[in-house]
């Protein structure tokens, strides 16, 4: 496996700002009181990040970026690749330098990794539930405040495609937009001519299949509707726009609405829901 260094670059992401914006506020305004206290300014500490169970990686450039910003000497080799499936017990990151600066970043490092890798876990377990249906798993805006970024990349590790990334990028009319807007078809032909060019449009009801497409839907989303109603629906827009079914989806479930047809099925839980992985920081004596 080859070293470290490699940039992690996201589209509209700090990393600088949030490696030190998340420091400060494990430090407050007075450090790290147990490493100063306890451990002498010139050791030094080498160790290897681990998995305690079978997980799908992510997470582990920006463990890495925690360490350097401490440390910016420490060596650091990465032992896994970003989404790649390990066993219990495999080896993730091996690193080595001053003690102090380490153990500082250590909970910083653990939380990100643990807190990804949880989520490309769960999405895998998803994207392998529909194997050979079709259907793309999506994930959704079901995320933690300021850590969507990250969230939707783990989501990408484990195999997921994102959906919006924001208010920005779609329009997606729900159902309290229509009920605003007076029907489907007013509120899709606003969006239209407000010159948006993704509608997502959510239609719970069969009949509601015709009036959004006819106004200038891009995508349906076809919410908490079972299996038999999904094919249905599948049939009546025969091809016209992507289909997606939401709305409840579980791992007992998923299968049998990919069967249907849909093109996507997005799921909130693989952020909203995922727990954390079990990823430790372990000493190695010298």
């Not at 200038?216 to 629906?233: K, S, V």
């Not at 996507?264 to 995922?274: E, H, K, L, P």
Request: net charge negative; proline share 3%.
């Amino acid at each position: 496996m080859s070293g470290s260094s490699r940039p992690f670059v996201l589209e509209r992401f700090d990393l600088d700002r949030f490696v030190a914006e998340t420091l400060a506020e494990d430090l407050g305004d007075k450090g790290d009181i147990t490493s100063e206290a306890v451990i002498p300014a010139d050791a030094c500490f080498t160790g290897v990040m681990d998995s305690r169970e079978a997980i799908v990686v992510a997470g582990l450039p920006l463990a890495e970026a925690f360490f350097r910003a401490l440390d910016p000497d420490v060596r650091v080799e990465r032992l896994a690749e970003e989404g790649a499936t390990v066993a219990a017990g495999a080896d993730l990151l091996r690193l080595s330098g001053r003690a102090r600066a380490l153990l500082t970043a250590e909970r910083s490092a653990l939380n990100i990794v643990q807190h990804l890798s949880g989520i490309a876990t769960l999405t895998r377990l998803y994207v392998d539930a529909i194997a050979g249906t079709g259907a793309i798993l999506l994930d959704t805006r079901k995320t933690l405040p300021r850590l969507r970024l990250l969230e939707k990349y783990a989501t990408r590790m484990g195999g997921a495609q994102n959906h919006r990334m924001g208010l920005w990028d779609a329009a997606m009319i729900k159902d309290n937009h229509v009920a605003v807007a007076g029907s489907v078809e007013a509120a899709v032909h606003r969006a239209v001519n407000a010159g948006i060019g993704r509608i997502i449009v959510e239609v719970d009801r069969l009949d509601q299949i015709e009036p959004a497409i006819g106004a200038g839907a891009t995508h349906l989303l076809l919410d908490n509707m079972d299996a038999p109603t999904l094919r249905e629906a599948v049939a009546l827009v025969a091809g016209r726009v992507p289909t997606e079914a939401s709305g409840g989806v579980t791992l007992e479930t998923i299968r049998a609405k990919a069967e249907t047809g849909v093109t996507y099925v997005s799921v909130g839980r693989i952020t909203q829901s995922a727990p954390a992985a079990d990823v430790g920081l372990d000493f190695i004596p010298a």
